[in-house]
């Protein structure tokens, strides 16, 4: 008998496990330039399934609890159908908490342009990581992974190794489809990102996103000066990668996501911080660099 409920305890926990999930992701889809009342149904299905391929499968080693799912949101806007073919943009947004804080940070936020994929009425969505079954289920699931290595590098130093490599796999898969090669021009595809994250020669900027929240924003709101300054040394390593190489991907792809929330951090700096904090900007986001003057536009 003790067997028996040993047994059913086992699989209780297993079924549990199964069916944590990991993600709070808004997933929207937009059809307002393919759509027609006639197909609306395949839309609101694929919609549907999109979100049950997020929510209903393990992503992550680790058994969140409900307050940490990693908060994200992907949104796809088709622009183009033909027959069973898509092709459009996707938005993605990946936010986590501040300790302590009532406030959420944006940890990463861009647009892939290069959306394509088959959808017919009906299909399930297919996955396997270890083949390219659909190129739908491999973009929500490079994108899935991508926000989990984030969002552990933001709590520990590379904490999100495992799943970059999961990120380069699928990339491996997908090399000859649109949005995955490394012979489509400006360098800044699904190829480049994971790139960027996976090159040993860009490794801090796995320091940046640890040492930017969890050593500098987490104590914030405790020690805000202490956190400040090691926010200030974060910035000093993008400089440093800036400075091995202009314009990557993801260091773009940083600065816009940071860009108002460094200066809001730095309005309330001390004046040598924000000397500091305007240099280093302005000579690694060239394109902004009107922007970071408002970092003096209140003074401590």
């Known amino acids: 008998m003790k067997r028996i409920i040993g047994l059913l305890l086992m699989t209780m926990l297993t079924l549990g496990t199964l069916k944590a ?13 393919i759509s027609s009342s006639g197909n609306q149904q395949r839309y609101n299905e694929l919609r549907q399934k999109i979100y049950s391929f997020v929510h209903e499968r393990k992503w992550c080693q680790y ?23 898509y092709e459009g943009t996707a938005t993605l947004v990946l936010q986590r908490p501040v300790y302590k804080a009532s ?23 297919e996955y396997d990581e270890n083949a390219s079954l659909s190129e739908l289920t491999s973009l929500i699931a490079y994108y899935l992974n991508l926000f989990i290595a984030v969002e552990l590098d933001s709590f520990s130093p590379n904490g999100g190794s495992p799943y970059f490599a999961k990120c380069q796999n699928t990339v491996n898969l997908n090399t000859k489809d649109v949005g995955w090669s ?39 709101y ?26 990557l991907a993801v260091v773009r792809i940083i600065l816009n996501t940071k860009k108002d929330e460094i200066i809001n951090i730095f309005k309330e700096g001390m004046p040598s911080e924000k000397t ?5 900007m302005k000579q690694i986001d060239p394109t902004n660099s009107s922007a970071y003057d408002a970092i003096n536009s209140s003074s401590k």
Not at 105 to 111: A, I, R, V, W
Not at 225 to 240: N, T
Request: aromatic share 10%.
């Open 21 to 33: 999930q990991d993600f709070q992701c808004a997933v929207s889809l937009n059809t307002t330039q």
């Open 276 to 280: 500091q904090v305007i240099n280093i």
């Open 222 to 247: 405790e020690t805000p000066d202490a956190g400040r300054a090691v926010i200030l040394e974060s910035l000093k390593l993008l400089q440093q990668v800036n400075a091995q190489k202009s314009n």
């Open 63 to 85: 058994n969140l609890k409900q307050n940490e799912r990693i908060e994200c949101s992907i949104s796809i806007n088709l622009t183009k159908a033909s027959g069973d073919e």
């Open 182 to 220: 490394v012979a489509e021009s400006g360098q800044n595809n699904r190829y480049w990102i994971t790139e960027n994250f996976t090159n040993s020669t860009y490794s801090k900027i796995h320091d940046f996103y640890y040492q930017y929240h969890r050593l500098g924003l987490d104590v914030m």
């Open 103 to 125: 406030y959420k940070t944006t940890l990463m936020s861009f647009q892939d342009k290069k959306v394509k994929f088959r959808y017919a009425d009906g299909d399930p969505l």
